[in-house]
């Protein structure tokens, strides 16, 4: 069979001509070699074929998909969650020395974790929207200090690199771009997270009577179970909080508590400052709530 050369002769000239494998030009490109020496012609073209090759790889390579399947990402995850559940319940078997419960302890490696999702992995600072956009009223201040201190010393944009995604992705025998690299680093922090989750599960009866320990906490029916019973539990006997609100139901201004008004107001209006936004105004919103409080006890009377 005759080698292919991809030469072409027109007029005295020889060319060089070859389809684009990638489908990136409907038609033959063709590229002058300026010798008329048949034998020069053929050198040329064959250097010029290796080159073509290489590019084409090259050119597919960078085409490829640009996510994981459904099917890749829920692996990646369970790989990654597997992986994290043997380190955030190792304190059960050879105890880390941590002051902290472990729940505390894995709320706040769950938090770092998600915040590390929302950041590159180079990223040289994490902005303070972002950590606030994991936490809720249930944060302490000793515990948003430790999340703070978990995400300067223990987990960094660099704890998930881009080479612990390749590792992932060849463990997988799948093949990976820039695109497909953060999906996969994604992937794997979202397992990081779970772990944590899960690991404060471990002590819950059903997952003490499963007679499974740890495994148990790989068993997304089980997991499922554990954490209805938790909401119902919430929903019968509320937190503290719940249990205010109740109270003040029916009446907008009966909220019993023995906090001083500026104990609530300036925490409230810094975190709606941040959940909305706005712009500093020297002052005048503490102004308005603190005439407000004054007034209101005015304008009300409860009935006699």
Known sequence: MRKQTYLIRKGARYHFRRRCESKLSI????????????????????????????????????????????????????????????????????PIGSTLTPPSLHK????????????PHDAIGIEAEIVESVIDDSWSDADFMRLIKTLEIMVTPMSVSLSDAIDALDELGISHNQTILGDARYQKLRGFAEAHDRAALLDHPVIKTSGRGVMALLDD????????????????DPSPGQAAAKIGCGNEYLNPSSLKFSEIIKPTLQALFIQKKWKPDRGQRDAIAERFAWVMPLLWRPDP
């Open 27 to 94: 038609r033959p490109i063709s590229i002058t070699l300026g010798t008329a020496d048949p034998g020069e012609a053929r050198r040329l073209a064959s250097r010029l074929a290796v080159i073509w090759d290489e590019t084409e790889m090259d050119m597919q390579s960078n085409f490829q998909r640009g996510t994981l399947t459904i099917e890749e990402r829920e692996a990646i995850f369970k790989n990654a969650l597997k992986e994290e559940l043997a380190h955030a319940t190792a304190h059960k078997d050879s």
């Open 108 to 119: 706040i490696m769950a938090a770092a974790y998600r915040i590390l999702r929302q950041v």
């Open 221 to 236: 029916d089980i997991v499922s179970l554990v954490l209805q019973q938790l909401s119902e539990k919430e929903t019968i």
